[in-house]
């Protein structure tokens, strides 16, 4: 099986940072795009950003202000958080495609989740 485990949520004042980071561990052979969603209280779950092979993709709401990176080595995924504001608040979820050991093909994975809140 594959687990994905979050680290690094928690409270902080509008215009502060947070980092979060996501470490995929199993019977792995490969990872090909990690990412992070997030959901507030009553709203659909969405992207916020994703890292594929090098490239990566942002949430127009997050675009300049937060940045994702990944530690293939590691299986690790990074979302570096600034300038948050309240409307950033959501629980965070990692998410991975992994492909598993005696598999020829991928899954999608999540983690459990990892709370931010953003208020002064």
């Known amino acids: 099986q594959v687990q994905l485990v979050e680290s690094g949520g928690g409270s902080v004042q509008p215009g502060g940072s947070l980092r979060l980071s996501c470490v995929a561990s199993?019977?792995?052979?490969?990872?090909?795009?990690m990412g992070w969603y997030r959901q507030a209280p009553g709203k659909e779950r969405e992207l916020v950003a994703i890292?594929?092979?090098?490239?990566?993709n942002y949430a127009d709401s997050v675009k300049g202000r937060f940045t994702i990176s990944r530690d293939n080595a590691k299986n690790t995924v990074t979302l570096q958080m600034n300038s948050l504001k309240p409307e950033d608040a959501a629980v965070y979820y990692c998410?991975?495609?992994?492909?598993?050991?005696?598999?020829?093909?991928?899954?999608?994975?999540w983690g459990q989740g990892t709370q931010v809140t953003v208020s002064s």
């Open positions: 998410n991975s495609r992994v492909r598993r050991v005696g598999t020829t093909y991928e899954d999608t994975y």
């Open positions: 199993g019977t792995i052979i490969s990872i090909n795009a």
């Open positions: 890292i594929s092979r090098g490239s990566t």
